[in-house]
């Protein structure tokens, strides 16, 4: 039997959920869909004890979500959900918050650039800036980290792990450990994809990729350079669109030996842990990544 909680999440995705599909694929307003996408998070709480700092990480805006007793010299920079076009800083607030919370350890919200306005070469280049940036700079200012983590929920899964490939490619340092929540990370498997929404989901793709094919890396990490690649999580539900991709993802990954582990939740909505603090099975899932990040 589902919990209160669970049903009145389900009735928020079910009101805002097909609005904001309408917004992007029939009005053509993303502006609208920008909007609706926050009504999806209303309400959540922010983690108590956690702490709010913005600040300019080589030129990409973001804040740092510090609790209480954060463990000094660790750090982790999230990258938000919203299908590349849709999500801001507020809006995954509480989630982060949570998952600083969880982890005991102060974590960077990331507002990466957004499409259509920008491309996703951008959105890659200020995830890198900004984890480059953390790994000098904590909340108290200038200082190496001991250990840097990346990572993210839904396209901002799928942008961590494209990111972590950019650093290999170039030289830098990379995470320590990737957390990805509902990744993204093979857009041209639509296996999960009702048929109904398939011209929806398309159409989506089309406005982020730009000039990309549909299989290039930095949309599609599963075909990017694995080998390498530093140790990860990979969270996502059993009943979600991106289950098979991520199924996938997790088998290249192991087979290019990387530490790649995979949580698989049943009968949770995609990026079901933005409703940390009024979901338990959000807050249970936070948990299994702060724990995570904290044995590594």
Request: glycine share 10%; charged share 20%.
């Amino acid at each position: 039997m589902p919990s209160p909680e669970f049903q009145l999440i389900m009735q928020r995705l079910a009101k805002v959920g097909p609005a904001y599909m309408d917004a992007i694929y029939v009005k053509r307003d993303i502006s609208l869909a920008r909007q609706l996408m926050k009504e999806i998070a209303s309400g959540d709480p922010l983690a108590k004890g956690v702490a709010v700092i913005p600040v300019n990480a080589a030129g990409v805006t973001c804040e740092w979500l510090v609790p209480e007793g954060a463990i000094d010299g660790r750090r982790l920079a999230w990258l938000h959900g919203g299908s590349y076009l849709a999500g801001d800083l507020e809006m995954f607030r509480p989630m982060i918050s949570h998952l600083a919370k969880a982890a005991g350890i102060a974590v960077l919200n990331v507002d990466y650039a957004l499409a259509p306005e920008h491309t996703l070469h951008d959105a890659r280049a200020d995830a890198v800036a900004a984890f480059s940036w953390m790994i000098a700079n904590g909340p108290d200012g200038p200082g190496i980290a001991d250990r840097a983590f990346l990572g993210g929920d839904s396209a901002g899964g799928s942008l961590s792990i494209s990111a972590a490939q950019e650093m290999l490619r170039t030289g830098m340092r990379s995470p320590d450990a990737i957390v990805s929540l509902g990744g993204a990370v093979d857009l041209a498997d639509l296996s999960g994809i009702p048929p109904e929404a398939i011209a929806y989901i398309n159409y989506v793709v089309a406005l982020f990729l730009q000039d990309l094919e549909v299989t290039d890396p930095l949309a599609s990490p599963i075909n990017g350079p694995l080998a390498g690649l530093p140790p990860m999580l990979l969270q996502v539900s059993a009943v979600e669109p991106a289950l098979e991709s991520n199924v996938h993802f997790h088998e290249h990954a192991r087979a290019a030996g990387v530490a790649a582990d995979i949580s698989i939740w049943p009968d949770m909505p995609h990026d079901w842990g933005l409703f940390a603090g009024q979901l338990p099975e959000a807050d249970a899932a936070l948990a299994e990544v702060g724990a995570y990040l904290r044995a590594r």
